[in-house]
């Protein structure tokens, strides 16, 4: 049994290590290429045959002087130029026109990785993570999954049983042909067990014991993972929650990439109490122009934009059935509260990023911060009321700084805690 | 004194029977059915075994496991193209115009995405100030009844068929083309643009009349104008300038021609603060207790056939051609002594539609100087044309010369009085068209109905007098497929436009009145967002009533600018008028022959209902009578002594009452009316202050086509309307027999003895007279002070608490007791603006009516404590018997709006275990629903009974459907988004509009300035039509209500008991002669 063990151990460190071996082996290079390129490159370069400010990199590994070459143009572009190279006297100035900028700090085997991750093209696998149709919650791929090597070992442990079983009763046989008894009857199958069983109250019932603790245990943990019990009340339950959207809009790419404002898109944020998601023709504004970027799939997304406005891009005419979009709401406030988006934003001065985390770093929306009751009394505990400049408040400033001198003087302490303020 | 005073909230009350004095002890009024549920043999032999409910058990908690697996997904629709003016969350406002035929109002529509959910008053309105009634504020109902016809449709053998408008239009068509006569009956119209389309239908068709018929009548007015004056009009009155006011059986606070005007005016005259301490005299003969006549300084009652004699008295008084009156005539000679002295401030007003009567009352007004200065004849009311002759002779004519009838928002077979035969004689009608909305009791009886839009949904324009015009704009989109009933004519006329281009086609032709805006645009751009425009410049005002008045975009092409239209109105062809004229010598013989009968009976119309227009709106139906304070019902009004001779309530008690008061709401004893030759059997209500062998009846009620629950709600009396001798219809039959129904009782709905005060009555309403108040400003409002080992302190420095901060603000409401006139436009208004559930007539019945703001009435009593012990005649039981003991005849009576009263010190608030309803640091008692468990200890420890609870989830309970305008889809739409819809077994009250006042404060915090006094209304303050309650922030010494707390008319409502409410109230000053007379 010992040995076994120890056979079944080592077995599984060996394959575990191989297949960490080949994962790691077979990534490197190329994965420090990408993050490379894309850091230090491809603001001027593609990975396509396009050219952008510089020229399209694709097979550029087969284009370019062999040798040391691309060291040393990497690393300090307009000494080769000065040098009066034939390759590059071809290209500049002639066909581009910006000298590109030297990247001395770069080694060599950083230009080699990026110039393979370059040269080899856009791959089939999709870079950009859900490109196309909703996403979901990632599943995990772990290859290291200890339920593989159970089962393994169960599998083998059946077999070793049912061997060591089957060897018994031969051996019982041949003891019982040679000592001259007669054979023992088969029994049915369940007889044979029952008698087992009999047989061996202790161990079943050790077995049953664990086997029922096991099954209270896990069934635990799957009402746990329903929801049905929480540890504690969680505030940050619904952090994290990121449904799929009608459209995969990314606010990494619009507030974020882009820098658009995030008051042009939610313009009710400080007129109204709803910040509001914007209407279609807010969208169109821009994307009337915009019908396809470099991010993969852009085209069929802002199609579906298209779709809802009812706009014929092909003519450039609103003449379809519009189709309102139905997206899914991400920060949600129970409806007996009444929360305004202008209160905070206008008089409170309360940036965006306090209450829905950094969303220009995020590709789909997701609620960062738990919006529970106590998340927002603890915020109005520690906030303090901005009362300077704002007429509404100077009576308040005065008596308030008389009162609690030196202390910083909180929204709590001007009624930010009452129900009323925002249940009624 | 004052204090001294015993009021009382009723009969029963009056005669402290036991079920009253039982209700004081209880805990709660009501009657929780607790013995009753676990005796029920059902619910103790259920055979649910152990093992069942296990099984049940354990099958729940698997279902409710598995129903939390699933996080809900809420799903946001965005708009596809956004509107310019809509920002989800921001209300929009549109001036519009709200006229039944019946009710005129110059408005402003709240929006919120596009749907209107309130009302409000346009404050640029010089005929209604920014003033509505209780019917304009709960007619943006209208819009959402899902009961609507929803396209055209004709009838077919006995069952209606739906049309398309293509198919009624031709179909029509070919039926006018070859009608021999064709008479359209309309309720009254003042808009030009429907004259005009009239006008076009008139002249494609041969012989088309129009003849005008109201249901509430005012022809003998006309009449009696034509008389005097050779023109048949309807002078519009200036209260406000008359020192001393007579009102014959004249309902002018609640019902009469333009009732929130009046009220508005009325209540400048009755104000009095330091600045002003002069009061007009308000005298008022009437059968009914009336909603004026509650409010009148002295009020006589008279019989319905003795009025014209009284009018005949005074005239007589005032030294005109009358002759002395058999009846008051002591009382006739003071009043007439009042008008004289008041020359040329004095007015009379009569709301008889006799023209004989009126035309006396229109002597007496000429002695006394009144037109020129109280009544202006040269701007004339045009909104109640109706004209009872040419009813009269188009029903003879009808089956003969008139085969075709287009009735246009009127209802006659509903209304019309039986003398007329107006049904039978329609049933000889070929073509019968109707422009209701439902299938009404006239449209019944049409072959086609082409549903009209809901006000709200329509264009239109109005000229309710000389002058002054409206506009009407939609503020939704029509909900169904109905069309404008102008538009209706227009296509028979085979006019083709649109109804908004014809409406903007005769204002062009107004645009010549004022020189503003020589741009045709830019003239209806701003009548448009002014919602009026009253013959010069349309007035210019940065502050328009409300922040956002929008208007929208008008169409260049759809004015032609060199083809003005031709102005038809009413101003323009006069009111016509088939009546004739009346003499004085005819008038005073009919007076004389007025004759009468054991009892009369006084047809009248509610302050809720009117003239029955709005009988399916359930805020109106759940509205308390200002006077009976009864909901959902209509029944004979009857004073005590002939009840008892009718032995309707014919028990003897000890203090000599022949009335059964314990039975009074429970078990009401049913009559048979016959007057007129018309049955109805109706609930008798004991009424003080009913003339003796008089009876009343509301108009309005058993109406029919809504659904099973309007259908049945009370009687219609107008087919009881008389044919006077003058020609008009007498609202009054002077003979009419009352029969006991033997065996039969029914339980009315009231809300009169529920939440009584505990009987503290002296601490809650107090009262003054002008005479005591000029010598002494705090006349009949003594302090309040408590016996303490230091000697007598006031209650507010004998405090068992630490008093609240108030950092910014301190939120305080005044009530001036001197200006409500108990009308009940607040009630409506808070019921609309903060969802408040409507719970029906059995939950009624229960006490369980949600209002958050009741109007308490109190009839008070004329024994005085002081003067009876003085005189030494009584013993204390004796005593205290008869202060409970009013004069039946003709008590005095006061209203007191009371809602929460946010108390400083709040009972309910420490009572709660769940601290659900706590003290917010600006003065006002907040309830958080969520936090809420339902025990109801703060209703058991509120001193002022204001806290209200969901004993059901009204909104979707299946008992409410057809009554709770939430219970469907469409109904549901004109709910509030600011205010939570509370959920069955929490405790709700008077937020004092919280979604208001934040939503002010916001607009403040975000210009970076102090809130401005008035900024923030709520809704009952908003919806007032005399301005009698004031809101504000007493922290804020400009303010009105901070003003008014120094006045020395203030007081607090239970002061006693030291819970320093911050609603505080104004003690009532009454222009009585007699010291006394206040109670």
Known sequence: ?424 | MANETKYWKGLAHLNNDSSVVEKNQNEFAEYIPVEEFVTDKGTLEANTSRRDFLKFLGFSTVAATLAACEAPVIKSVPYVNRPDEIIPGVANWYASTFFDGHDYSSIVVKTREGRPIKIEGNTLSKVTMGGTNSRTQASVLSVYDSTRLRGPKAKSGAAWADKSWEDVDKEIGGKLASAKGIAIVSSTIISPSTYRAIGEFSAKYKNVSHVTYDAVSYSGMLKANLSSFGKAMIPTYNFDKADVIVSLSCDFLGNWISPVEHAKQYSMTRKVSADKKTMSRHYQFETMLSLTGANADERFPVKPSQLGQVALGLLNGVGGAGSASSVLSKEIQTVAEALKAAKGKALVVCGSNDAAIQLVVNEINKAIGAYGTTINTSVEDFTHQGDDAAMKSLVEKLGSSVDTVIFYNSNPVYSAPKALAFEAALKKVSTKISFASHVDETAALCDYILPDHNYLEAWGDHMPRTGHYSLQQPAIRPLFSTRHAQESFLRWADNKKDYLSYVKETWQGMQGMQNVYGDFNAFWINCVRDGIFEGTAPVKTEEAPVAAIKTVTVENDSVKADQPAVVTTAAGRGISFTGGTISLDDAKSQIAAMKGGKFELAIYSKTSIGSGNQANNPWLQEMPDPISKITWDNYVTMHPADAQAMNLFGVETESGMMVRFDQMEDNLDVVNVTANGHTVKLPVWVQPGQAKGTIGIAVGYGRKGFNEYVDNIGQNIFPAVAITASGTMGFDAYEASVAKVDGETYRIAATQTHHTMMGRNTDILRETTLAEYLKDERAGNPAVTMHTYKGEQAVEDVNLWNDFERPVHKWNMAIDLNSCIGCGACVVACTIENNVPVVGRDEVRKSREMHWLRIDRYYSSSTVKAEAEEKGEMGTMELYRNMENPTFDNPKVAFQPVMCQHCNHAGCETVCPVIATTHSNEGLNQMTYNRCVGTRYCANNCAYKVRRFNWFNYVEYHRFKGLNPAQDDIGRMVLNPDVTVRARGVMEKCSMCAQRIQAGKLEAKKAGRKVIDGEIKTACMQSCPTDAIIFGDVLDPESKVAKMVKDGRKFEVLEVVGTQPNVFYMTKVWNREDKNAHI
Request: aromatic letters at 10%.
């Open chain 1, 1 to 424: 049994m010992n040995s076994l063990w120890q056979n079944v151990r080592s077995t599984r460190l060996v394959v575990l290590f191989s297949l960490a071996f080949f994962v790691l082996a077979s990534n490197a290079f190329a994965q420090d290429g990408k993050a490379l390129f894309k850091s230090k490159c491809s603001s001027c370069h593609t990975i396509t045959d396009k050219a952008s400010t510089g020229p399209g990199l694709k097979d550029v590994l087969n284009r370019i002087p062999a040798g040391d070459w691309k060291y040393n143009w990497v690393k300090n572009p307009a000494a080769v130029i000065k040098s009066g190279d034939s390759y590059i006297a071809g290209l500049y100035p002639a066909k581009f026109k910006t000298i590109m900028t030297g990247f001395p700090d770069l080694k060599n085997e950083e230009i080699d990785a990026i110039l393979a991750y370059a040269s080899a093209g856009p791959q089939d696998v999709a870079t950009t993570p859900g490109a196309t149709g909703p996403v979901g919650p990632e599943v995990v791929q772990d290859e290291n999954n200890p339920w593989f090597i159970i089962a393994i070992i169960i599998a083998l442990l059946i077999v070793l049983i049912t061997t060591l079983r089957f060897t018994k009763i031969h051996l019982r046989n041949a003891l019982n042909e040679k000592e001259g008894r007669p054979e023992e009857p088969a029994q049915p199958f369940l007889t044979a067990s029952r008698s087992w069983v009999n047989n061996n109250k202790k161990l079943v019932g050790f077995l049953g014991f664990f086997l029922f603790c096991y099954l209270v245990v896990q069934g635990w943990y799957v009402l746990k993972g329903v929801g049905v019990y929480a540890e504690e009340v969680k505030p940050d339950q619904w952090v994290g929650y990121h449904p799929s959207q009608p459209i995969n809009f990314s606010h990494k790419i619009h507030a974020g990439d882009n820098g658009i404002q995030c008051q042009y898109c939610h313009s009710g944020v400080e007129k109204s109490k709803h910040a509001s998601i914007p209407s279609v023709n807010v969208c169109m504004n821009c994307h009337k122009a915009i019908s396809q970027t470099k991010n993969e799939g852009s085209a069929e997304e802002i199609q579906k934009i298209y779709t809802a406005a009812g706009y014929d891009p092909a003519n450039g005419t609103y003449t379809l059935v519009p189709q309102p979009l139905r997206w899914n709401k991400v920060h949600n406030l129970p409806d007996h509260v009444y929360f305004s988006h202008q209160q905070h934003v206008v008089v409170g001065g309360v940036a965006c990023e306090t209450c829905h985390g950094d969303v220009k770093k995020m590709g789909t929306i997701e609620q960062q911060r738990p919006l529970t009751m106590g998340w927002c009394i603890d915020c109005h505990r520690n906030t303090p009321l901005k009362m300077e400049g704002n007429g509404y408040y100077t009576e308040l400033h005065e008596k308030m700084k008389e009162k609690y001198k030196g202390q910083p003087i909180t929204v709590a302490m001007a009624g930010g805690l009452e129900c009323g303020r925002c249940h009624y």
